[in-house]
């Protein structure tokens, strides 16, 4: 099962995730991370920037999860525009390493299995960061979704792009398609670090985490993964029937371990 940490707050989330991601690009100059867009993975991000200070980030590669399709690229809220904002910008990457996957209707039929190669070719993802929406969906891997996907074009079901109408004028400027890495190119990921906060996630981490692994519910594939570490604070662990044996788990934890 997936290593279940209870936080105070995000902060406290976003400090042990850099913390894992600066030890990685101490040991290998050429770490592969896998970044997830969303309001989840800020405080990771913000716990990098004065990490990474004095690290060597020139050689750091860098895929994002996901991208809306047909969205003008230079628009504020394509993943891409978001990537470069919140992450290479700040942490000073190298914006050739980082990719996105290609939205853009010229040539989409052919954008998912062109991102799959880029990932292989970097050797795969050393640790991917993961949000989760509150139907459960990884990425943009809504339910339904194969525990076999690769890189592919989805339809977004309307509670996604009602969640995701607060980046938009409205909920009809939020585009019904997007191009996401499937469940099986995050599984193929050496670490899994997914982070949830708030009441509002409780219900899908308690079922990513302790329900049926069904592909129903997308974030439960993180079940079948060997290495998969959890986040979450007081509110969105509330629902987890074990919750206690998690803390207890924690505040046992030996110190050789690691994340
Ligand atoms: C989006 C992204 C996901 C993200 C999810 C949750 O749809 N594609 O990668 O995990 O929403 O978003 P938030 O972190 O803002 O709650």
């Not at 100059?29 to 716990?47: C, F, I, M």
Request: overall charge negative.
């Amino acid at each position: 099962m997936a290593e279940i940490i209870i936080v105070r707050d995000p902060a406290e989330a976003g400090a042990i995730a850099a913390d894992e991601i600066v030890r990685l690009i101490s040991a290998n100059p050429r770490t592969v991370l896998g970044l997830a867009t969303g309001s989840t993975p800020l405080p990771v991000y913000e716990a990098l920037r004065p990490r990474v200070a004095g690290l060597d980030v020139s050689q750091v590669r860098g895929f994002a999860l996901d991208e809306y399709v047909g969205l003008d690229p230079a628009h504020p809220e394509s993943y891409r525009s978001v990537i470069s904002r919140e992450v290479v910008e700040p942490l000073g990457l190298d914006p050739t390493l980082v990719r996105v996957p290609d939205g853009s209707l010229d040539g989409i039929e052919h954008a998912g299995d062109d991102y799959e190669r880029v990932i292989t070719e970097a050797g795969g993802v050393d640790l991917q960061i993961l949000g989760i929406g509150t139907d459960g969906h990884i990425g943009f891997n809504e339910p339904g979704s194969s525990f076999a996907s690769l890189t592919r074009v989805k339809t977004l079901t309307e509670q996604t792009r009602e969640d995701n109408a607060r980046f938009f004028d409205s909920v009809d400027d939020v585009p019904r398609h997007c191009i996401t890495q499937g469940l099986g190119t995050i599984m193929r990921a050496r670490h899994l670090v997914l982070l949830a906060f708030g009441e509002g996630k409780a219900e899908a981490v308690a079922g990513a985490v302790e329900g049926a692994v069904s592909a129903s519910l997308p974030g439960s594939a993180i079940q079948l993964h060997p290495h998969a570490t959890v986040l979450v604070d007081e509110a969105a662990a509330s629902r987890l029937a074990h919750a206690d044996y998690y803390r207890y788990a924690y505040a046992n934890k030996p110190a050789w371990q690691g994340l």
